[in-house]
C-alpha cells in the first residue's frame, strides 16, 4: 500500500502567490517523521522542512511552513509569497518505526509546482 | 561546506561492465543511504548503513552491492549492469536520531544519472 500520497501531480501558482502542496500518509506505528524536499530541473535534492510525529507546533522554516494534522494524517506543505525560482518537483516523504534500524525514507510521486510570473 | 558528494554525475556504460559510483560525506554521519529515482516510481531505497560495516538491503537491493569501511564512505557497486538499472541515482545521508529530535533531516548528494546500453 502507499504510505505516501501525493495527489497533484502539477499545480500552477502566480508569482507573490501562496500555494499549498498536499501530502497524505499511511502509518500505525506512533512514532514517525516527515519531510519535504524540492528536487528542480538540476536534479539535486534539496530538503525544506522537518516535522515529528510528536511535535506539537507546526514545523516552519522561512517561507516553508508544514500543516501537521495528525488526526487526518496530512502533511500539506505551504509556501508563501512563490518565486520563480520555486519552480520544481516537490516531495513528500516519511520515515516510520524505530529510529535505529532501517531509517528508510518513503517518498510520494511528487508535485510539479510551476510558478507563473 | 557540509556535502554529500557523488561521482560520476552522469554515465554511460555497456551491459555487463562492472562499474562504481562513489559517495563521500563530510558530516560525520552515520547513516548512508543509496536511491534510485524512476519516472512514476519516485524514490526508492536500494541499500543503507547505519555505521561503518553495517549494512542492509533496501526495497531494491537485486543487482546491487555496497561496503562501508569507513564512515564517509559508501559506494554503490553494479557488478554486472542490466538496462534496467537505467537510473537516476542519490547517495543520502544523515544523523542517527529519534524522530521528533532535531538534526534528522537526510542530505542528499546531487544525482548521478546512469544510462546502461
Known amino acids: 500500500a502507499q504510505k505516501i500520497t501525493q495527489t497533484q501531480p502539477g499545480m500552477f501558482v502566480q508569482e507573490k502567490e501562496a500555494v499549498t502542496l498536499d501530502c497524505t500518509y499511511d502509518?500505525?506505528?506512533?512514532?514517525?517523521?516527515l519531510f519535504w524536499y524540492k528536487q528542480p530541473s538540476s536534479g539535486e535534492m534539496i530538503f525544506l522542512i522537518y516535522?515529528?510525529?510528536?511535535?506539537?507546533q507546526n514545523a516552519t522554516e522561512g517561507r516553508y511552513s508544514l500543516n501537521f494534522q495528525k488526526a487526518r494524517k496530512s502533511a500539506n506543505l505551504v509556501i508563501s509569497a512563490s518565486q520563480l525560482g520555486d519552480s520544481a518537483m516537490y516531495f513528500c516523504?516519511?520515515?516510520?518505526?524505530?529510529?535505529?534500524?532501517?531509517?528508510?525514507?518513503?517518498f510520494g510521486k511528487g508535485t510539479s509546482l510551476l510558478v507563473t510570473p | 561546506e557540509a556535502q554529500v558528494t557523488q561521482n560520476p554525475r552522469y554515465l554511460i556504460t555497456v551491459t555487463g561492465k562492472k562499474l562504481t559510483v562513489t559517495c563521500s560525506q563530510n558530516?560525520?554521519?552515520?547513516?548512508m543511504s543509496w536511491y534510485r529515482q524512476d519516472p512514476g516510481l519516485g524514490l526508492r531505497q536500494i541499500y543503507y548503513?547505519?555505521?561503518?560495516?553495517?549494512?542492509d538491503k533496501g526495497d531494491v537491493p537485486e543487482g546491487y552491492k555496497v561496503s562501508r569501511k569507513e564512515k564517509r564512505n559508501f559506494p554503490l557497486i553494479l557488478e554486472s549492469p542490466s538496462p534496467n538499472q537505467t537510473s537516476l541515482y542519490f547517495c543520502?545521508?544523515?544523523?542517527?536520531?529519534?524522530?521528533?529530535?532535531?538534526?534528522?533531516?537526510?542530505?542528499f548528494g546531487q544525482g548521478t544519472r546512469l544510462t546502461v546500453v
Open positions: 548503513s547505519m555505521n561503518v560495516e553495517v549494512t
Open positions: 516523504a516519511m520515515r516510520e518505526g524505530r529510529w535505529d534500524s532501517g531509517y528508510a525514507l518513503n
Open positions: 558530516m560525520n554521519h552515520e547513516y
Open positions: 543520502a545521508s544523515s544523523m542517527v536520531r529519534p524522530d521528533g529530535a532535531s538534526g534528522a533531516e537526510a542530505f
Open positions: 516535522q515529528g510525529s510528536y511535535d506539537q
Open positions: 502509518t500505525s506505528d506512533p512514532s514517525y517523521g
